[in-house]
T-cell receptor
Framework: AQSVTQLGSHVSVSEGALVLLRCNYSSSVPPYLFWYVQYPNQGLQLLLKYTSAATLVKGINGFEAEFKKSETSFHLTKPSAHMSDAAEYFCAVSDHMNTGFQKLVFGTGTRLLVSP | DTEVTQTPKHLVMGMTNKKSLKCEQHMGHRAMYWYKQKAKKPPELMFVYSYEKLSINESVPSRFSPECPNSSLLNLHLHALQPEDSALYLC??????????????FGPGTRLLVL
C-alpha cells in the first residue's frame, strides 16, 4: 500500500518568508501525488498534482512542488508567504484498491501559520 | 467549473433523528465519494460510487446509508447516529474513479453535530 508522511504538524513563517511544507511518499510504483489546502471550516481545494509529466509542478496561488524520486519527496514551496496562506495543507498519494478503484491516501496534514 | 455543492452546511441532530446530506456536481463526473473528517485529522474514505453503483464501502456502520439517484447527485442518509459521528462530512467527485491520476474535487462539507 502507498502512503505519505508529512513532517511537522505545524509550520510557522513570517509574511514574505519562504514556505516549505514537507511530504515524503512510500510507493512501489511511480506515484501520483497531490497537495490540497483546507481553509478553516471549508472543504479541500486542489493546489497541484504530480502525474509524471514534469518533476516541477506549478499550482495555484503561487505554490509549486518538486518531485524527487531519489529522496521520495514531494515538498510544497512558495517563495513569499501571505497572511491568506494560513490553512491546513494535506499531501496525498493515489492508491489503487484491489477492486481497481482509486483511493486517496492522505498525510496527517500540516497547519501553516503566517505572522505579520 | 469544478464545483461540488453540499447541503446543508451545518446540521445538528439527536441520536434518534433521521436526516440526509446532499451532494451535487455538474462536471459530468461518474465517480462520487463520501469522506468523514474529524477535527485536526485527514479525511477518511467512507464510500465510493462509480456509474451510480456502490463500488466501495470502507466498513462503514449501517447507520450511514449512501444513495446515488443519478450521476450528478449523492446522498448520505443518517439514522441513529452516535455523538462520536460528529464530524465534517465531505463529498468529492472525479471522472470515473478508476484511474490513479484522476483528480478528486471536494465540496465545502457538512458539519454534523450529534447530540
Amino acid at each position: 500500500a502507498q502512503s505519505v508522511t508529512q513532517l511537522g504538524s505545524h509550520v510557522s513563517v513570517s509574511e514574505g518568508a519562504l514556505v516549505l511544507l514537507r511530504c515524503n511518499y512510500s510507493s512501489s510504483v511511480p506515484p501520483y501525488l497531490f497537495w490540497y489546502v483546507q481553509y478553516p471550516n471549508q472543504g479541500l481545494q486542489l493546489l497541484l498534482k504530480y502525474t509524471s509529466a514534469a518533476t516541477l509542478v506549478k499550482g495555484i496561488n503561487g505554490f509549486e512542488a518538486e518531485f524527487k524520486k531519489s529522496e521520495t519527496s514531494f515538498h510544497l514551496t512558495k517563495p513569499s508567504a501571505h497572511m491568506s496562506d494560513a490553512a491546513e495543507y494535506f499531501c496525498a498519494v493515489s492508491d489503487h484498491m484491489n477492486t481497481g478503484f482509486q483511493k486517496l491516501v492522505f498525510g496527517t496534514g500540516t497547519r501553516l501559520l503566517v505572522s505579520p | 467549473d469544478t464545483e461540488v455543492t453540499q447541503t446543508p452546511k451545518h446540521l445538528v441532530m439527536g441520536m434518534t433523528n433521521k436526516k440526509s446530506l446532499k451532494c451535487e456536481q455538474h462536471m459530468g463526473h461518474r465517480a462520487m465519494y463520501w469522506y468523514k473528517q474529524k477535527a485536526k485529522k485527514p479525511p477518511e474514505l467512507m464510500f465510493v460510487y462509480s456509474y451510480e453503483k456502490l463500488s466501495i464501502n470502507e466498513s462503514v456502520p449501517s447507520r450511514f446509508s449512501p444513495e446515488c439517484p443519478n450521476s450528478s447527485l449523492l446522498n448520505l442518509h443518517l439514522h441513529a447516529l452516535q455523538p462520536e459521528d460528529s464530524a465534517l462530512y465531505l463529498c468529492a467527485s472525479s471522472q470515473r474513479g478508476l484511474g490513479q491520476q484522476e483528480t478528486q474535487y471536494f465540496g465545502p462539507g457538512t458539519r454534523l453535530l450529534v447530540l
